[in-house]
């Protein structure tokens, strides 16, 4: 079990960009699979990306390839999300979470810890 924490979210005009970070604190970071994941006003919780224990496999929802990179630092025990070329549509809650598994994986529901969120707003 890890204990997460998101930050650098914040409002940004269509086309800017951001990076959001997650510090976790369990000696165990560096074994597991972390995941960003979003939820919108009126809108179900979904995938945004997900990295392997060793930052070397990474998997991204459709709506975001090509412009947002998961990334980590074990040595540090954080995820990071940079996010470029950010639309309207991208505004929602992010939320990084912890699965108990080294293995990437899309679904919410695989995921045992999870930070308390950052918010993300884009103006047109």
């Known amino acids: 079990q890890v204990q997460l924490a998101e930050s650098g979210g914040g409002l940004v005009q269509a086309g800017g960009s951001l990076r959001l970070s997650c510090a976790a604190s369990?000696?165990?970071?560096?074994?597991?699979?972390m995941g960003w994941f979003r939820q919108a006003p009126g809108k179900e919780r979904e995938f945004v990306a997900t990295v392997n224990k060793s930052g070397g496999v990474t998997y991204y929802a459709d709506s975001v390839k090509g412009r947002f990179t998961i990334s980590r630092d074990n040595a540090k025990n954080t995820v990071y999300l940079q996010m470029t070329g950010l639309k309207p549509e991208d505004t929602a809650v992010y939320y990084c979470a912890a699965r108990n598994s080294g293995t990437p994986y899309a679904q919410p529901f695989s995921y045992h810890a999870w930070g308390q969120g950052t918010q993300v707003t884009v103006s047109s």
């Open positions: 369990g000696r165990t970071f560096s074994s597991v699979a």
